[in-house]
């Protein structure tokens, strides 16, 4: 419609809209493990208001929680965080702003990035993952060593990895390599004729048995939920400063005496008043404990109170833990610290005497208001970082977020129950598999059975070590909690952007290749996103184009591969391909 200096109204559409984003993310890790183990406990039951209540609450919370926080991961460490998630979509709306030549390296980007995933997911005409078992020798030493590579081969993940930059995707995929090239193999050679259960009698392969991914399921994935954990109590008192601050601030605030002057506040650094933030936060937390108390734990005073206290802790502490992760990576860790919530939740809810069928209910409900407000803190500092570039209010992009919530959390909980009802999530094309796993830790848990608490130690050690060398500790455990093929997109990505900034000895021609380069790598993440949901759309109403015969054939992956250095040849030539001034 040729509207002019609608940036800032675009800032505030694009942050209610990327509500049912994290909404999602929220209840799909916990809110379809009640449904899995359903099949299980017919005696379970489900109902919309569970679902809505929890994934409502849970977003709330989650806000109120990260608005004391903007300040010092937006503006005081402005810089020192790459922010990619963040700086993707402020090219795509700057870039639509000015139009013209701005945008079309943008618009170019969306179109190949786009193109080349649709395909990818909608006809199949290569692999989205690439495998060293492609190859006689990678299947040798993937059956007989447990050594596998393995690299998502799409434009989005590539992308994203150029926007992180080298120094961080190295870290992260350091994670990764630990993983699958030291941990993996050496629990094959030294236990491979050994059952290792750690207390989960659900187990009952020898470690020499199961393939490499199945022994990062089952065993080394657990070392990067403790190393993200303890990563996050170590962020945690390392910012205890700034939560006692922001603490302080409220309770002053609330007595009405702030102990300063009062002066003009720049409109770019106005948040919502501490005074609505606490007044917000215990309302928020009572009508959790209703809910709680009425619903969920039956009217049990004692396990209502319990959990209430479990929420609101590990809700508040790992707020910070989950702004520092999408602040790195763009990736928010939610699910292996709700997976770590779940286990805690069933442990002590266990032992106040809350067990079986009921329990799985109240601790998946319980994560599921926990997952849902990391979520939302994690997604919503994203939109205050691009406030905070393109000279946004905070405080209006605060309000209008909680309207945003309330109109997801509606949304989500039916598509839910929907999906349920159409497709189920225990298998098929809509196996969950965080929920799945969810449920499969939780199971026997509230039956008596202990967590593999020796890994997440493991994992606790190694982030202590990691700390004390100075090495980002959370970068790299959340390398070892993601899939691999998820992890080395990021290193190609980084490489791609040290590449192209340094080709030059004029430093201006090198930051100007750089800065093309996070426009097209944006156009990608964009492109790939928009195209992936219409893919979804046709799965969704039957249309399924994909041959998996030929996906099965190991020349697909080759085709994938061929497909992909075309790919990153386009990104690095046309990020160098700048007009001189």
């Known amino acids: 419609f040729k509207r002019k200096n609608a940036l800032g109204e675009n800032v505030i559409i694009q942050s209610i809209g990327a509500n049912s984003g994290v909404i999602v993310a929220g209840a799909i890790f916990t809110l379809p493990a009640l449904y899995i183990l359903q099949d299980k406990y017919p005696e379970i039951t489900i109902n919309f208001f569970e679902v809505f209540m929890s994934s409502l609450l849970g977003g709330i919370l989650g806000i109120l929680l990260l608005i004391p926080f903007?300040?010092?991961?937006?503006?005081?460490?402005?810089?020192?965080?790459?922010?990619?998630?963040?700086?993707?979509?402020?090219?795509?709306?700057?870039?639509?702003?000015?139009?013209?030549?701005?945008?079309?390296?943008?618009?170019?980007?969306?179109?190949?990035?786009?193109?080349?995933?649709?395909?990818?997911?909608?006809?199949?005409?290569?692999?989205?993952?690439?495998?060293?078992?492609?190859?006689?020798?990678?299947?040798?030493?993937?059956?007989?060593?447990?050594?596998?590579?393995?690299?998502?081969?799409?434009?989005?993940?590539?992308?994203?990895?150029?926007?992180?930059g080298l120094k961080y995707?190295?870290?992260?995929?350091?994670?990764?390599?630990?993983?699958?090239?030291?941990?993996?193999?050496?629990?094959?050679?030294?236990?491979?004729?050994?059952?290792?259960?750690?207390?989960?009698?659900?187990?009952?392969?020898?470690?020499?048995?199961?393939?490499?991914?199945?022994?990062?399921?089952?065993?080394?994935?657990?070392?990067?939920?403790?190393?993200?954990?303890?990563?996050?109590?170590?962020?945690?008192?390392?910012?205890?400063?700034?939560?006692?601050?922001?603490?302080?601030?409220?309770?002053?605030?609330?007595?009405?005496?702030?102990?300063?002057?009062?002066?003009?506040?720049?409109?770019?650094?106005?948040?919502?008043?501490?005074?609505?933030?606490?007044?917000?936060?215990?309302?928020?937390?009572?009508?959790?404990?209703?809910?709680?108390?009425?619903?969920?734990?039956?009217?049990?005073?004692?396990?209502?109170?319990?959990?209430?206290?479990?929420?609101?802790?590990?809700?508040?502490?790992?707020?910070?833990?989950?702004?520092?992760?999408?602040?790195i990576v763009g990736t928010n860790p939610v699910s292996g610290m709700t997976l770590m919530t779940l286990i805690l939740a069933s442990v002590v809810m266990v032992a106040v005497g809350l067990k079986?069928?009921?329990?799985?209910?109240?601790?998946?409900?319980?994560?599921?208001?926990?997952?849902?407000?990391?979520?939302?803190?994690?997604?919503?500092?994203?939109?205050?970082?691009?406030?905070?570039?393109?000279?946004?209010?905070?405080?209006?992009?605060?309000?209008?977020?909680?309207?945003?919530?309330?109109?997801?959390?509606?949304?989500?909980?039916?598509?839910?129950?929907?999906?349920?009802?159409?497709?189920?999530?225990?298998?098929?094309?809509?196996?969950?598999?965080?929920?799945?796993?969810?449920?499969?830790?939780?199971?026997?848990l509230m039956n008596g059975v202990a967590a593999p608490w020796l890994l997440y130690g493991i994992g606790a050690v190694l982030a202590l070590v990691l700390t004390y060398f100075k090495v980002p500790a959370l970068a790299f455990a959340l390398g070892m909690f993601i899939p691999l093929e998820l992890n080395l997109p990021l290193i190609v990505g980084g490489a791609i952007n040290w590449y192209v900034t340094t080709r030059s000895k004029d430093e201006a021609v090198n930051t100007a290749r750089g800065e093309k380069g996070t426009l097209l790598a944006s156009g990608f993440i964009a492109g790939g996103a928009l195209m992936g949901v219409v893919s979804a759309a046709m799965r969704f109403g039957g249309i399924n184009l994909v041959n998996e015969a030929w996906l099965e054939n190991p020349l697909s992956q080759v085709a994938s591969l061929v497909a992909y250095v075309l790919l990153i040849v386009y990104l690095v030539k046309a990020s160098m391909n700048i007009k001189k001034s």
């Open 70 to 164: 903007r300040k010092y991961f937006v503006s005081i460490m402005h810089g020192k965080y790459p922010f990619p998630e963040a700086t993707a979509t402020t090219q795509v709306l700057v870039s639509g702003e000015k139009g013209g030549n701005q945008a079309k390296p943008l618009i170019y980007a969306g179109l190949v990035g786009g193109l080349y995933d649709f395909i990818i997911a909608t006809f199949g005409w290569w692999s989205e993952t690439v495998s060293t078992r492609i190859v006689g020798v990678g299947e040798m030493l993937a059956d007989k060593a447990k050594v596998v590579f393995k690299v998502n081969t799409g434009a989005a993940v590539l992308g994203l990895g150029y926007i992180i």
């Open 169 to 327: 995707s190295a870290i992260i995929c350091a994670g990764s390599f630990l993983v699958w090239l030291v941990i993996i193999p050496l629990m094959s050679a030294i236990f491979g004729s050994e059952v290792l259960t750690f207390g989960n009698d659900a187990i009952t392969q020898t470690v020499g048995s199961m393939s490499a991914e199945e022994i990062f399921t089952t065993y080394a994935r657990h070392i990067g939920i403790g190393g993200i954990a303890t990563a996050g109590v170590i962020g945690i008192i390392n910012s205890w400063g700034i939560i006692k601050g922001a603490v302080g601030l409220a309770a002053k605030e609330l007595k009405g005496k702030t102990g300063i002057v009062q002066t003009e506040e720049i409109r770019t650094q106005k948040d919502l008043s501490m005074k609505i933030i606490a007044i917000g936060s215990i309302i928020t937390i009572i009508l959790v404990a209703l809910f709680f108390y009425f619903d969920v734990m039956q009217g049990n005073l004692l396990h209502t109170i319990v959990a209430i206290v479990l929420v609101a802790g590990i809700s508040f502490l790992f707020t910070t833990v989950a702004a520092n992760a999408i602040a």
């Open 356 to 444: 079986g069928a009921t329990g799985m209910v109240a601790s998946l409900v319980m994560g599921g208001v926990v997952c849902t407000a990391l979520s939302m803190a994690g997604g919503f500092i994203t939109d205050l970082k691009i406030g905070y570039w393109l000279g946004s209010t905070p405080a209006k992009q605060q309000t209008w977020k909680f309207l945003g919530t309330l109109v997801s959390a509606a949304t989500v909980g039916g598509v839910i129950m929907i999906l349920n009802k159409t497709y189920g999530f225990s298998s098929g094309a809509l196996a969950a598999p965080q929920a799945n796993a969810m449920a499969a830790v939780i199971d026997p």
